[in-house]
């Protein structure tokens, strides 16, 4: 079983920056695909971005391209999401979530495991 958590989040004005991390407990991130999604109150959870295992790979979401870069350190078991540029729009609950493949999806149904979310607020 793998338990993800992440940090990171918090309140930042629009134009600001934020950079979100995961680590798992519980195992390694070995050889696993991960992702970065989104669900603001009444929506369904959204894909933001993801990362191959080797780093190779990376999927976003149109909306945060040019804005968010995802990027893990394997060494470190960590994947990292960074923020910039933030748009009011970025508010919303974020997860952490990892998949049993070395190649990212984009859906939701592609993950195993997840973490619990951190909140990120954009002022306007």
């Known amino acids: 079983q793998v338990q993800l958590v992440e940090s990171g989040g918090g309140l930042v004005q629009a134009g600001g920056s934020l950079r979100l991390s995961c680590v798992p407990s519980?195992?390694?991130?070995?050889?696993?695909?991960m992702g970065w999604f989104r669900q603001v109150p009444g929506k369904e959870r959204e894909f933001v971005a993801a990362i191959s295992w080797s780093s190779t790979i990376t999927y976003y979401t149109e909306t945060v391209k040019g804005r968010f870069t995802i990027s893990r350190d394997n060494a470190k078991n960590t994947v990292f999401l960074q923020m910039n540029n933030l748009k009011p729009e970025d508010t919303a609950v974020y997860y952490c979530?990892?998949?049993?493949?070395?190649?990212?999806?984009?859906?939701?149904?592609?993950?195993?495991?997840w973490g619990q979310g951190t909140q990120v607020t954009v002022s306007s």
């Open positions: 979530a990892a998949a049993t493949g070395v190649i990212p999806g984009r859906s939701e149904h592609n993950y195993d495991y």
């Open positions: 519980g195992r390694t991130f070995t050889r696993m695909a």
